[in-house]
């Protein structure tokens, strides 16, 4: 039974609830979900009816690919100006003595590390200080172009760029010009942790809001820049938080389309202000994914990162609405380890990669950051002595 026949088989159902058999029609025949009927699946859609819906859209969007890049990651502080209560990874300024602030030199010797790798990629992100502005990141944009012209850069967020430009005294997009024509090529997701206001106070009320976080990505679109968005979710958010911050994401997609892809993160409970929190089982990870792949029309993508939510939560998750699996090649992210992820040294090979999703029947494929195919693994075999069984995925039928 392929994924069509799974969601009409679903919609002939006699004891399917109203509300959430006309929602299955609606996504039978790729017509958008509403705000209230989000809100619905969260609160009465099943693993299993969540699955055929968002699965039907994955494939129809993309067949079985499944993709993954090769990036590293720079960090080039982990001192922070803001004090956001879910964030294990930050030292306060009056604490800048237990971090690290390195300076472009230093952010250069990492690029140079990776000068015989096939990476394709880095990401930067961090905290936020002073002495990281303006005249910082140019430099280094500029030095990282001239020493590798074909690395693309993906680099900060809102967050960081809402005090940097302010600093400077430049709007957001006399800002983000500036930085482009020094080497800045797109923006990953991050900061955007919950929208509405009742949650962002609470839990990141010093930090840009989120209209400013929005505008941000706005003026990249632009400038004809790509970027990412993200969802922080399982803490002390409803339901109806987020599909209000999918819905602020899927308003402005519509208005300038230069979101790629959609990366709900998973809030884990370790090392920080929040950790009396419980975190969320898997399967309302799976839930929230395949609500996302259902809700966000307009969003080609939707991501998970492997090393949050481990190697197994990911490949469930393909059957789930995600298409692109964080490929992070090695433990150059801390981010996600401090604040308890699974994987405390989040290095997987590329050979392990693909067969973390050939192993559930997906198609890997190798991608640049504008998801252009670098390298397709499907007929790719690697050397026996290292392949894991395969396993088929539950299914409802
Ligand atoms: S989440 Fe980002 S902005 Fe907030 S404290 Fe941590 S590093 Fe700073």
Redesign the pocket.
Known sequence: MNATHRLDFLIQDKNLDADLKRIAQKVFRSERVSFEEGVILFERGSLGYLGVLANYIRENKHGDITYFNRNFHIEPT?V?V???KF?A??RLIKNRDQGWEMDVEGMMDIVRKYDHEPVTEVHIT???VPKQDLAFYADFFKKCKAHRPNLHIKGLTP?EYYYIFKKAKLSHYEGLKYLQECGLDSMPGG?AEIFHPEVRERI?GD?CTAEQWLDIHEQAHKLGMRTNATMLYGHIEAFWHRIDHMERLRQLQDKTGGFQTFIPLKFRNQGHQMSDIPEVSVVEDLRNYAIARIYMDNFDHIKAYWAMISRDTAQLSLAFGVDDIDGTLDDTTKIYSMAGAEEQHPGMSTQQLVELIKNVGRHPVERDTLYQVVTDYNDVVFDAANKTNYYSLPVVE
């Open positions: 982990n922070c803001y004090d956001c964030c990874y930050s961090g905290g936020v967050v900061g990141a930090k």
